[in-house]
C-alpha cells in the first residue's frame, strides 16, 4: 500500500515546486512592473539604503578586515614553501576580488539585511498593514517592495567592493607590516596580475546578479509568509536557507560563464 | 533622525562603496597605466609565436612600448602574423629586430624590440623585418638530449680501453 503512495506523492511534490516557482516568477514580474515609485519617489529608496546599505557596512568591513587577515597569513603559509612570498598581495587581491568578496559579502547580506526585510514585510502582512494599503488604493509592491529591491541593487555591489577592498588592506596589514613582505613587491604583483575588467569587473557583476538574488527572495518570502508568528519565523528560516543556497549555485554558473569567455 | 540626515549619510555609503571601487580598479588592478595615448601598427612574422597572447606588452630595453593587437596565421608563409601597436611617441629605426622573449623562467612572454642603426624610421603599417622566434622549452630540451647523445659514443670506447 506505501510502496503505491510514492509516485502520487512525488508528482504532487513536484507540482508544488513548479507551481511555486511560477508563482515566483509571476512576483517578480508584477514587481518589476510596478517599481516606477522607487525612482519617482527617491526618498523611499534612499531611506531604504541606509537601513540596507549603511547599517551593513560595519559587518562586512569587519568580516573583510578578518578574511584579508587570515588570507595573508594561510596565503603566506602556502606561498613561503615555494619561495614565492612576493605574490602575497596577487593572491590575497585574486582571491577577494574575483569569489570571496562577492560570495560572503551576499551571504552576510542574506543574513543581516534579508532576514530584516522578510521579518518587516511579514509583520507588516501579520498586522495587516498591507491590506490596509491596499484598501487605500496604495499599491503595496510599489510602495513597500520596489524601493526595498532598488535598495538592495544599489547596497550589494558597494558592500561587496568595501568588503574587497578592505580584505585588501587587511592583507595588507598582516603581509607587510607583520610579516615583513616588501611592500613594492606586494602592490606590484598585485597590479599586474589583477586585471580591471575581467577580476575586477566580473566581480562587480557577481554581486549584482547575488543582490538581485538575495533581495528578490527575501520580499518574496516576506510578501507571501503565513501572517502568523510562526509563519514569519519560518519565512524568515527560509530566506537565509534560499538565497544562500541561491548564491552558492548563482556563482557556480557565473564563474562557469565568466571562464569560458576568451579573455 | 531627519530626512536630511539619512540623505547625509546615505551619500557617505555610496560614495565609500565608490571609493573602494577606485581603490580596486585604480591601485589592485592595473588600470591607471593601462592607458596608452595615440599608437600606430606595425606588424612583424614569427616562425614560432610561443605563448605570445593578444595585449602581451612589447617591450624595449625592458620599457613597455606598446601591446599586441592582433595574432593571426599568414597562410602565405605559414608563420605567425603579429600586429603591435606602439605609442606615437616612440619611433624605431627601420632594421629594429623583434624577439619572443620570456619574463623569467615561466613568466609571461613578450616581444622585445631592439633598435638597429639606420637613418629611417619604421612607419605606421611598417614590418619588422628581422625576427627570432620564441624558444620553446621541449626543443631545447630535445636540443640538449641530442648533444649528449652525441657525445656519448666519444666517451665510452676510451672507457672499457683503459
Known sequence: ????????????????????????????????????????????????????????????????????????????????????????????????VRELGPVVTALLFAGRAGTSLTAEIGLMKAGEQLAAMEMMAVDPKSRVLAPR?????????????????????????VGVLMIGIDPGAFWSQMQNGVDAVDDVGNGIVKSFVFGVACTVVA????????PTPEGVSEATTRTVVISSLMVLGLDFVLTALMFSAPS | MGRKGVET?????????????????????????????ETYLVTARFDNIGGLKVRSPVKSAGVTVGRVKAIVLDTNTYQGQVTMELEQS?????????????????????????????????????????????????????????????????????????
Open chain 1, 149 to 173: 529591491l532598488l535598495a538592495g541593487l544599489i547596497s550589494m555591489p558597494l558592500l561587496a567592493a568595501m568588503f574587497s577592498a578592505v580584505g585588501i588592506l587587511g592583507g595588507y596589514v
Open chain 2, 90 to 162: 616612440v619611433t624605431f629605426p627601420d632594421d629594429t629586430s623583434a624577439k619572443i622573449l620570456t619574463s623569467g623562467l615561466l613568466g609571461d612572454q613578450f616581444i622585445g624590440l631592439v633598435p638597429g642603426g639606420s637613418d629611417r624610421n619604421l612607419q605606421a603599417g611598417g614590418q619588422v623585418k628581422l625576427t627570432q622566434s620564441a624558444v620553446l622549452l621541449e626543443n631545447l630540451i630535445g636540443q640538449f638530449l641530442y648533444n649528449k647523445a652525441a657525445d656519448a659514443p666519444a666517451t665510452e670506447p676510451s672507457a672499457p680501453a683503459k
Open chain 1, 219 to 226: 520580499l518574496y518570502q516576506g510578501f507571501e509568509a503565513t
Open chain 1, 1 to 96: 500500500m506505501r510502496g503505491a503512495d510514492v509516485l502520487p506523492r512525488l508528482g504532487v511534490g513536484a507540482l508544488d515546486v513548479l507551481r511555486g516557482l511560477g508563482h515566483a516568477t509571476f512576483f517578480v514580474i508584477d514587481l518589476l512592473r510596478n517599481s516606477l515609485s522607487a525612482v519617482t519617489r527617491p526618498f523611499l529608496t534612499i531611506a531604504q539604503i541606509y537601513a540596507i546599505g549603511n547599517r551593513s557596512m560595519v559587518i562586512i568591513v569587519a568580516s573583510g578586515l578578518a578574511v584579508g587577515f587570515v588570507l595573508a597569513l594561510q596565503g603566506y603559509y602556502t606561498l613561503s614553501r615555494y619561495g614565492a612570498t612576493a605574490s602575497l598581495g596577487l593572491v590575497v587581491a585574486l582571491s577577494l
Open chain 2, 9 to 37: 549619510l546615505v551619500g557617505l555609503f555610496v560614495l565609500l562603496g565608490i571609493l573602494a571601487i577606485l581603490f580596486l580598479a585604480l591601485r589592485a588592478a592595473n588600470l591607471g597605466n593601462f592607458v596608452i595615448g
